[in-house]
T-cell receptor, first 117, second 110 residues
Framework: DTEVTQTPKHLVMGMTNKKSLKCEQH?????MYWYKQKAKKPPELMFV???????INESVPSRFSPECPNSSLLNLHLHALQPEDSALYLC????????????????FGPGTRLTVL | GQNIDQPTEMTATEGAIVQINCTYQ??????LFWYQQHAGEAPTFLSY????GLEEKGRFSSFLSRSKGYSYLLLKELQMKDSASYLC???????????FGKGTTLSVSS
């Protein structure tokens, strides 16, 4: 099973709302990722968690707050977003971080389509 | 840093063969990935090359030349469902995440 699940599939929120995106994998992967993808653009890395610890924050604004409650779950808490934050938010996981020969494959979830009004 | 270049768009007809090229400049090399992404959906893994040569997987094959910083994805017997964006990606310098090219949008017509 190479499935990464994400909820919700679609989310519409106002600029004053607080919402959360959820991601789950049961493949025993130790690295999990959040990417943001705008239309007709490639995915851009936001955060990397390795062994439940935040290892990379790609200078993401503090209105995005990641959380890794356990090795299977990854959340992205959203607060005071801007309309330009509207995008497809992709979660991914891999067995371990992508180091060395035989880099681990990343598996992506279906994404959450976020619209900020 | 990592830099990836691939054509923006390509068109082809059903049953044909198409080759999507990708050139890259990296600090260190930890392999190259190809992903397929249909509109509005998540990227799905197609192939991974770390050694020079051709890797064949059904209708799809991927080639790598490390000395030239070059890879291609070869799609044979094209089908309408192959219309998608094809993303070339390499691990970042630290090997902690993927850096994606801008993607090549392939349109297959009948």
């Amino acid at each position: 099973d190479t499935e990464v699940t994400q909820t919700p599939k679609h989310l519409v929120m106002g600029m004053t709302n607080k919402k959360s995106l959820k991601c789950e994998q049961h493949m025993g992967h130790r690295a999990m990722y959040w990417y943001k993808q705008k239309a007709k653009k490639p995915p851009e890395l936001m955060f990397v968690y390795s062994y439940e610890k935040l290892s990379i924050n790609e200078s993401v604004p503090s209105r995005f707050s990641p959380e890794c409650p356990n090795s299977s779950l990854l959340n992205l808490h959203l607060h005071a977003l801007q309309p330009e934050d509207s995008a497809l938010y992709l979660c991914a996981s891999s067995q371990d971080e992508l180091t060395g020969i035989g880099a681990d494959t990343q598996y992506f979830g279906p994404g959450t389509r976020l619209t900020v009004l | 840093g990592q830099n990836i270049d691939q054509p923006t768009e390509m068109t082809a007809t059903e049953g044909a063969i198409v080759q999507i090229n990708c050139t890259y400049q990296t600090s260190g090399f930890n392999g190259l990935f190809w992903y397929q992404q249909h509109a509005g959906e998540a990227p799905t893994f197609l192939s991974y090359n770390v050694l020079d040569g051709l890797e064949e997987k059904g209708r799809f094959s991927s080639f790598l030349s490390r000395s030239k910083g070059y890879s291609y994805l070869l799609l044979k017997e094209l089908q309408m469902k192959d219309s998608a964006s094809y993303l070339c990606a390499v691990p970042n310098q630290a090997g902690t995440a993927l850096i994606f090219g801008k993607g090549t949008t392939l349109s297959v017509s009948s």
